[in-house]
Structures are given as C-alpha cells and as structure tokens.
C-alpha cells in the first residue's frame, strides 16, 4: 500500500515573498544611505567654499596692509577688524549655498561648542588667520526610520588658513640654502676681500660661515646668524690685526631661513623653438651693442665694449660671460634656463663696469621694466639648477635686486677701480645661493633694500 504524502505546492511564493523583501529592504537603505552621503558631500563643499571664502579675504586683508612674515603677528591693532572682514565673506559664501541661517560665533569649534557657525582666529603661536566653519544638517529619509527613531544627522567641518607672504631675503643680505659645509659647496665665506661692508640685513646660513685669512666684515644693522647644528669659524693667519675685523660675532639659531622650503615660480620665457629672434651675442672691443629682451643662447663680451640691455626679460641657456667693458641694464631681469649646464657654463661677470637693476616700483626709487621682467628679481635660477654664478665688476659697479639661485654657488666681490681704489662695488639685493662666496679685491658695499626684495603675496589654503 502506497502512503500519500502531504502536497509541497506553494512554498516557493513564500520563499519568494521573504526575497523580496529583504531585498527591498537593502534597496530602500542604499537609497536613504545615498541621500545621507549626497547630503554630506554638498555640505563638506559648502564648508570648504565657505572658509576658503573667508581665508581669501584675510590673505587680501595681510597683502593690501602690507604685512610679511616678518612683520605681522595676531596682536595688531588691524587683527580684529580682518577677523570680522572674513567671518562676513564666509558666511555670505554659506548663504550663497542654502545655509541662510549660519551663525557667526565665536564659541564654535570649542568643548561643548555648538557644531553650526562660522568662527574666525588668529593663531597666536603662528600667526596666521584659521577660518572655521561647521555645518550640521538632519537628512530626509523614507526607509531608516523603520529602524531607529533617531534622526539622520551629518556633521561637517572645514578650516581654511590665512598666511601672509614673504621677501625671499627675509632680511637677510646674504642667504645660504645648504644643509652642509662640503668642499667648496655650502655655507657662506668671506675670502680676501679688504673691505666688506653690510650696511642693512646681515648674513643668514643654513650650515656654517667662514672667514678666511685677512677678511674684514662689518655688519652695520644685522646680524650674522649660522645653523645652531653648524659651525663658524676663522682660518688662516691675520698679518695686520687693525685690517682684520668681523662684526657682530655670528650667533646660532634654531631654524632654517624661510626660502628654504619656499618655492618661486620662474619667469614666463617665449618658446625657444619657434622665436626667431634667439641668437648668440658676441661683443668686442669697440663694439657699441644694445639688445632687446629675448631668448638667446649665450651672450659674451670679450673685450672693451659697450652692451645695453633694453628693459625686459633675457632668457639665457648656455652662457653669460663679461670679461671687461661695460655692461648696463636697468628694469630687467636674467633668467638662466639651463637645469643640466655643462662644465664653464653659467653666469660670469667677472670684471667691467657693471650697471644692473632689476624693475622696481616703489615710489623710493622707481626703476620701470620691459617685457616680461619680473618686479625686483634681477636674477634667476632655479632649485633644479646647479649653474655657477658670478658677480664681480670694477670698482663703481651697482647691482640691484634679487638675485635667486638656491642650488647654486655664487661668487660675489669685484677689483677696484684704477684711478680710484676707494671705489666699491656695490650690491642693493638678496643673494640667495646654495653656497656663497665673498671674496675680490675691491670694498664691497651690500645693503638690504626691503623695497628691492622681491615679494611673494599672502596665501591661503585649505588645511581641514
């Protein structure tokens, strides 16, 4: 006898219905869990644009009063009225994004704070301007709410810094950017120069300063600082004690100068392969030669000539070499290209009369420029060449401006002049070298001229 059993039909509707469910279920949570992730997503931005907003206003604030690094600190009287300025433009800025009723209040961001507001500060330990800003928003959902009672809240926060800018001197007269003393390469030294005098801004190494032999720097306002890490010393034999002099004596400090880490954009040169005007420009004795801004190869005096530089930017690849003869250029700046020179190429002016300056447009000493020249930069090169760089000229030669070869090592000195030995040459600049060597025979003459440094504006950025 066959025993019948029990019919099995139908559970498959119920293994269905319980499917479906479920996957409505994780359906409707990935659609209320996008709308809480879009929601926090348009808010993190409208944070973000919000402090940027206000950050962006206090950089203006610093650059349009004329601050620097050096000079401004969050207790000036200028503070208060900057922090209200950038609280203001924040909150428009959120307004503009659907946050109408954003607060401005200086309690946001702190233990037991409300997490919606705005809240502008300075930091007293750096001296930058932090704008804060936090937004906090419950998300419309469908599907949660058959989970848990609680609301679907995001939370979000942005600050944006402030920061004013810099000189690239700082300063400073004469800059080294090596961390070492090597062989020949890094550090400042003062070697055979009779006279040195630093009239403004000092001497200022990332590792040692040395003095060698009968060397005499007087150091007027300033100071002559190395790497607390480093070393100074002086070397060789004094043979007349009154010739002999450095003044202050140099003193450790704790931190690197501030172009070190600091990166310049270089100037903007034309496209060497499709300028027709690039050329070499050779100068003779006899030869009278005045040139307009450009791109060139090399440009060389070989003997007692006159050459002009028209006011503008030189963009130099190969070589620039001044022998003798006179050289003159004012509203300009050299920029050298070349960041894998050969061995004998780089900047050489070794002796002539020398008249450089870069274009300046302060009302002190105005000195217009020319196409493509950069305010206050007279010469340039960058991190990533290591090109020698040379500054002499007789006795009467004037350079002015910003010289900035971080990776470089630069000679500066001169020879005197012939019928007058009192003569000096005289540099109106920030020297900025890898390594910098002070050395010649004529009386140098160095100043630090804050209008004639060259300024990099104030900046803000997002930092959370």
Known sequence: MNKELPSERGQILVLLV????????????????GMIYADRRYMQSAA????LAG??????YIEDHGYKTLDFNCSLSVVPGMLADAEAAAQLKAQANGFIDIPIDDTVGTEG????????????AADKVEVLVMISKETDTSFVQLF????????????????????????????????????NKGGVKFDGTPE????????????????????????????????????????????????????????????????????????????????????NISVSTGDDT????????SIRMTGKGILTLNPGLYCVSEEITVGDGEMSGEGITIYYTNTDPKSGDGIFITGGLIKLVAQNETPVEVTPGGPGSVEDMLIYLGKDSDARVELKGNGGSYFAGTVYAPSSNIFIGGTPDLIDENKEVVFKTSIIGYDVTVGGTAKLSITYEK???????ASMQLIQ
């Open 18 to 33: 319980l499917a479906l469910m479920g996957l409505l279920g994780f359906t409707a949570l990935a659609i209320d869990g």
């Open 48 to 51: 973000d644009a919000s402090s």
């Open 55 to 60: 950050a962006s206003v206090a950089a203006q």
């Open 113 to 124: 704070g409300p997490d919606y507001g705005i809240n502008a500060t300075c930091n007293f």
């Open 148 to 183: 848990t009672t609680e609301p679907m809240r995001n939370t979000v926060r942005s600050i944006s810094e402030a920061e004013p800018g810099f000189t690239a001197g700082s300063g400073s007269a004469i800059i080294s950017t090596s961390f070492d003393c090597a062989t």
């Open 196 to 279: 040195t005098i630093i009239n403004a801004g000092g001497v200022y190494s990332n590792s040692c300063t040395v003095f060698k032999g009968s060397t005499y720097v007087d150091v007027k306002e300033g100071d002559i600082n190395y790497y607390e890490d480093s070393y100074w010393l002086k070397t060789g034999a004094c043979p007349d004690p009154d010739k002999c002099m450095v003044s202050p004596e140099p003193t450790p400090v704790a931190e690197y100068h501030p172009i070190t880490f600091a990166t310049i954009e270089p100037p903007v040169c034309e496209d060497s392969t499709s300028d027709p005007t690039v050329k």
């Open 290 to 297: 005045t040139i307009d801004p450009g791109y060139y190869g």
């Open 451 to 457: 209008d004639m440094d060259y300024s990099v504006p």
